[in-house]
């Protein structure tokens, strides 16, 4: 047998080749990267000791749908070590944002984070405003926090579905949806959108409060709290939920401040650190609200911070609705925006942590650079730490202890 | 010739399909006629000689055959009852509230490759599925439908039934090691930890009630509970009918015990690498084995097939329709008719808006639905065993109905967790069930 | 967790139950459809004026706008994005080049920025001094204009422009509304001739207008035989 290798590909082994023998084909299931080493870590994370092995959980695993690998060494059933692949959806954002200009860019900001997309667009449309020296009118911002606070709960109420889902319970992510789907039919007849809400524009919003989001908002918030509660008792007290999470996954303050944890996932761990009142932006320091601390920093105390979270956001939208000022709803700008050459960085606290938008413009009509900080990055990179030890069924409720989102991490 | 080519070509295809169908079933008929004439005597003799053999191959095909629409209507309830309390509204559009859509499930399955996966053990693969189908099978065998509709009642029925139970978990032993996959692998070793540990509690509750039985035979136990539900055994043996099912829970790898097929931790377990039919039986197999051990739980410490009172009127239905004579056929004709008018003439004179034709639809459905109660009635006073396997349906699928509904709302234990619970609670538990059990024996022994 | 073990799980039990017998939110979709929000931008919709027609002229403001590039007119090679608009290609094949290209970040060759011929503007200077440098009397201007120079050159244009204020989008309409001005010169006197004998009826209807006022104070279009 004459081997032709004209052709490409031939040098490798192929599985109608006789000569291949069964072992060698198989050897590609191994989750090790076909390159020799480049790092430390590296090397000693893919050399096996005695019973130890290998497992490839994701990209086509059901809990992490598509977009997250991780790679567990795991003894048995215990994790000994874990290192998430990422880059499943990487799309560049940053680098699409360089090549448009200001307002196209706030709509690449929408699907960092998709589920709480005004969070993305906020840090992002904060720093154009401070390139360009824009006051925002007083009405723009209480709407702005009104709808963010709004897409924080409906943030946090997929949070706790999928966190059960994780945990193997099929009912809570359904009763979640339906909780986030009012406050997103909500949104949508406020911005246009369910999803990727593309509302604030640089110097106000797209759009004044209507009839039709007023009317729901008011139905919304008169069976909010006690359809949120009445959900929660179905996990609060489980035994099973409560077992399996107490004591999970803990990280103490120290190393959650060394690892650049915010938002509730470092108030979980007692250090009471919130954008909103650390460098206060908006008219957050008009609003009267508390920082819930907790601080176990085990994945429970995660879960509870968020629900008492939910809660304050209800109070910051029922003090936003009081106190809504009238007014315009954009400030005055010319059509065609051209920043003098600086830098502007924008922060804000989002439903999972400081989100961020750093821009330096080069005095044209589009960003010379933009750099976009988000939480979830950080987050994922803390189950490294949290995990060994743990089961194999703990990493995904770990995980979803964290919150991370895909389109955040990867960018 | 061409009379009958034009002829031909006129019919219609139905009709071209009975022309050639009924000459080809009076020809079967005469023949099967002309076999049994001449050879029935000896077929039956021999039939009858060997009774026994014959109706336990009737019972194995009749309960295979079961399954099968049980699968389907456990799958169903999951798909419904699990929806209902997401607030979904659920299956709906195949057939009647969507009631065949688990029909259609089961079609899917057979239609679907059947793939085999490079790497596989070939054999063991294939067979694995059959071992986990049959193991719950066979259980059902010794299952009491009713006063005497139970497969084959014999003295060790409840050892049978532990022994066979758990060879399943041998079967997903099989699936795990062959698939050549880590997650199967994980799935199988989980699931036979699993069985293993709850094999013992699960055995040693029902331990004190065999005491109070005196036997193993499952018959025996369900006719010992005949008459008031308070003769049920649940009432005492408490203790032990809550670490059965639990232990019972675990057994079926129901939530919130179903470590072994944990799809947000390791995908399917056993089945990943299954498709097709052979999926198919892997989930066939865990709704039966939801029917089996709801039925178990039913038989042992629910009363069996037993009412939960005993019939306060006696009555002595004695029908002989073959002494009526011409009444009979004059009741088989005009019984219907009359009834449909009878059932017609209150809506037709109810209102003038209703058509006739609608009254008389309306009285068609009235008369059907009282004659088939009619007859249910006098089946279930006069035929012991249609009110015994009607019972018997409730109460088993009230406990199909709570395993459903524990799935749709609890999470799932840990695998650590799981075997805590199964030697440091269960098995310290049911044994302190058996110590009560008999030391309450021997204390009412002696008082008599 | 409770005093009581199990009790949690019983609460959660009754809880799935009672939520088992409640109304559902599921909305039938094939049969009911909700309505999308009046703001929903998430369809392109092509308007059209109340005689029926498109009011789309494809002049690709909305492709270049986008900032996804998610819309393209055309039927030819539309790379999977969304048409919205049918026509011949020779209508807008040309600006969809240009948009395309527009979008591409390479500069983008523009006919208005063709260097123009110099041309003497010395006589022009002495036809916008005559007319005392006032937009009012721009077509006398351009009539002038083309006397002198046989034709209209976009260096006098512009001039014109310069001096009297006027958009030169505003003097190029207008010169490019009568017939008889060109901005070319003309291939031969035959043709320019009959240019010239084309009247304008506009122009003919304002000097009669003109001569039956009597006040001839604003000088009209010169007469002509």
């Given at each position: 047998m ?9 040098g ?26 480049r ?9 096996l ?11 086509q ?6 977009v997250l690998r ?16 990422l880059?499943?959806l ?12 200001y ?8 699907p960092?984070?998709y589920?709480s997309?005004?969070?993305c ?9 401070k390139?360009?020296?824009?006051r925002?009118?007083r009405?723009?911002?209480y ?6 606070e709004?897409?924080?709960v409906?943030?946090?109420?997929l949070?706790?579905?999928w ?16 909780e986030?789907d009012?406050?997103?039919?909500m ?15 640089i ?5 004044d ?9 008011g139905?919304?918030m ?20 409560v ?13 959650a401040?060394?690892?650049a944890?915010s ?16 460098h ?5 320091p ?20 968020r ?7 209800l ?7 009081h106190?809504m ?9 010319p ?9 502007a960085?924008?922060?804000i ?8 938008a ?8 589009q960003p ?7 939480p979830?990055?950080i987050?994922l ?7 060994p030890?743990h089961?194999i ?13 895909m ?5 | 010739?061409?009379?009958i080519?034009?002829?031909w ?5 139905p009709?071209?399909?009975l ?11 005469v ?5 049994i ?5 000896p ?10 053999i014959?109706?336990?191959v009737?019972?194995?095909?009749i309960?295979?055959l079961m399954?099968?629409?049980?699968a ?18 659920g299956?709906d ?26 790497g596989v053990?070939?054999?063991v693969?294939?067979w ?14 010794v299952v ?36 050549y996959?880590?997650?199967?692998l994980?799935?199988?070793l ?8 709850y094999?013992i ?22 006719r ?37 097929e944990a ?9 990943t ?8 039986f ?6 039966v084995?939801?029917?089996i ?5 039913v ?8 009412a939960?009172?005993?019939?306060p ?27 449909t008018?009878l ?15 609608q ?8 008369a059907?639905?009282?004659?088939v109660?009619l007859?249910?009635a ?27 509904w524990?799935?749709g ?21 049911s044994?302190?069930n058996l ?8 204390v ?5 | ?7 949690g ?8 139950l009672?939520r ?12 009911v ?28 403001q909305c ?5 996804i ?7 030819i ?12 290609a020779?209508?807008?094949?040309e ?9 591409s ?18 006589e022009?200077d ?12 721009m ?11 046989g034709?209209?050159?976009?260096a ?5 422009s310069?001096?009297?204020?006027t958009?030169?989008?505003m ?9 008889h ?15 010239d ?7 003919t ?8 006022l ?9 007469a002509?035989?």
């Open positions: 004459t081997a032709t290798t004209d052709r490409p590909g031939a490798r082994p192929s599985t109608d080749d006789p000569r291949v023998t069964l072992d060698q084909e198989l050897g590609v299931f191994e989750p090790v990267p076909p390159y020799p080493p790092t430390e870590r590296e090397a000693e994370f893919y050399t000791r005695d019973g130890e092995m290998l497992l490839n959980m994701g990209p695993h059901p809990s992490t749908h598509g991780v790679v567990l060494k795991i003894d048995g059933e215990k994790v000994v070590d874990l290192d998430p692949v880059g499943y990487h799309r560049g954002v940053e680098k699409l944002c360089e090549n448009a200009d307002h196209q860019a706030i709509c690449y900001l929408d960092l984070e589920v997309s005004l969070f667009e906020w840090p992002g449309v904060m720093a154009f405003e390139l360009l020296d824009v925002v009118p009405r723009a911002e709407i702005r926090v009104l709808s963010a709004l897409n924080r409906a943030s946090h109420a949070f706790l579905g966190m059960a889902l994780d945990l193997g319970g099929l009912t809570p992510i359904l009763w979640s949806f339906i986030r009012e406050i997103v039919d949104l949508a007849s406020l911005t246009g959108q369910r999803m990727l809400f593309n509302y604030f524009r110097g106000g919003v797209n759009g409060l209507n009839h039709d989001f007023m009317s729901r908002l139905d919304w008169s069976h909010a709290t006690e359809q949120i509660e009445s959900g929660n008792t179905l996990l609060n007290e489980n035994e099973i939920f077992r399996r999470m107490r004591g999970l996954g803990t990280i103490d303050s120290t190393t401040l060394r690892m944890f938002g509730p996932n470092l108030r979980a761990t007692g250090v009471p650190f919130d954008v909103r009142r650390a206060p932006y908006s008219i957050y008009e609003l009267d609200f508390d920082i819930p601390t907790r601080s176990e920093g085990d994945c429970f105390a995660r879960y509870l911070l629900m008492d979270e939910i809660k304050q956001s109070r910051i939208i029922d003090q936003c609705l106190q000022p009238d007014g315009p709803i954009m400030a005055k700008l059509r065609l925006l051209r920043p003098r050459p600086g830098r960085y924008a922060g606290e989002g439903p999972r942590g400081q989100y961020a750093y821009v330096i413009s080069d005095g044209t009509d010379f650079r933009m750099r976009i900080h988000d979830s990055f987050h990179q803390a189950v490294g730490l949290m995990m030890g089961l069924a703990d990493t995904m409720a770990v995980m979803a202890s964290l919150d991370p989102i389109g955040g991490v990867d960018k | 010739m061409t009379v080519s034009r002829g070509d006129r019919l219609t295809l009709g071209k399909v022309f050639l169908l009924i000459p080809l079933l009076i020809v079967a008929t023949a099967l006629v002309a076999v004439a001449l050879l029935g005597q077929i039956l003799d021999t039939l009858a000689a060997n009774l026994p014959v109706r336990f009737l019972a194995v095909t309960v295979l399954t099968i629409p049980t389907f209507l456990i799958i169903y309830m999951e798909m419904k009852i699990i929806a209902l309390m997401n607030l979904r509204i299956p559009r195949v057939g009647p509230y969507g009631s065949l859509l688990s029909v259609v499930h089961g079609l899917k399955v057979l239609m679907k490759e059947d793939f085999t996966p490079t053990d070939p054999i693969f294939t694995a599925p059959v071992v986990v189908y049959l193991a719950s099978v066979m259980a059902l065998l009491p439908f009713s006063n005497g509709i139970v497969g084959q009642a014999f003295n060790l029925g409840l050892l049978y039934f532990f022994a066979i139970s758990g060879l399943s978990v041998v079967g997903l032993l099989m699936a795990g090691w062959s698939s996959n880590k997650y199967s994980l799935g199988g989980r699931s036979a930890a699993q069985v293993v540990s094999e509690p699960l055995t040693l509750s029902v331990v004190g009630l065999i005491l109070l039985a005196g036997t193993m035979n499952i018959d025996t136990i369900v010992n509970q005949a008459g008031w539900f308070t003769d049920w055994y649940v009432f005492q043996q408490p203790l032990g009918v809550l670490i059965f099912f639990i232990a019972a829970t675990a057994e079926a790898n129901r939530t919130p015990f179903d470590l072994t799809d947000s931790e390791i995908v399917a377990g056993f089945a690498e299954y498709s097709g039919m052979r999926f198919g892997f989930f066939f197999a865990e709704y084995n939801v029917f051990i709801s039925a178990l739980l038989t042992l410490f629910f009363g069996g097939w037993n939960p009172f005993p019939w009127w006696p009555v002595e239905l004695t029908i002989d329709p073959g002494s009526w004579g011409i009444g009979l056929l004059l009741l088989i004709g005009l019984g219907p008719v009359v009834l008018l059932f017609a003439t209150p809506f037709w004179l109810a209102s003038s808006r209703i058509k006739t034709w009254a008389l639809i309306v009285g068609f459905v009235l059907n639905l009282f004659i109660t007859i249910g006098w089946a279930y006073v006069g035929l012991d065993w249609v009110a015994g396997i009607l019972w018997f349906m409730v109460k088993t699928y009230g406990f199909v109905f709570t395993f459903v524990m799935r709302t609890l999470p799932r234990v840990r695998i650590d967790q799981l075997m805590d619970f199964a030697w440091k609670w269960l098995l310290p538990a044994l302190l110590f009560i059990t008999a030391a309450a024996l021997v009412v022994k002696g008082l008599r | 967790m409770s005093l009581i073990p199990g009790l799980l019983a609460k959660g039990m009754a809880l799935t009672r088992f017998f409640e109304p559902k939110v599921t909305i039938m979709y094939p049969e459809r909700i309505d999308v929000p009046p703001k929903f931008r998430g369809r392109l919709q092509l308007l059209y004026d109340e005689w029926g027609t498109i009011k789309c002229e494809t002049c690709f492709a270049q706008a986008c900032p590039e998610c819309i393209d007119m055309g039927g090679d539309t790379r999977g994005r969304y048409h919205v608009h049918w026509g011949a020779e209508t807008y094949g600006r969809r080049e240009e948009s395309a290209l527009r979008r970040g390479r500069p983008v060759p523009d006919p208005a920025f063709r260097p123009f011929q110099a041309v003497d503007l010395g022009l002495r036809i916008l001094e005559e007319h005392d440098h006032d937009p009012a009397d077509l006398q201007i351009l009539d002038e204009t083309q006397a002198a120079y034709y209209l050159p976009v006098a244009l512009k001039q014109i310069h001096v009297t204020g958009w030169y989008a003097i190029y309409g207008t010169a490019s509304y009568y017939a001005l060109r901005f070319e010169p003309a291939a031969s006197t035959e043709q320019a001739r009959a240019v004998d084309h009247r304008p009826p506009e122009a209807y304002l000097a009669a207008l003109d001569a039956a009597g006040g001839n104070d604003r000088p009209g279009t010169p002509r035989a």
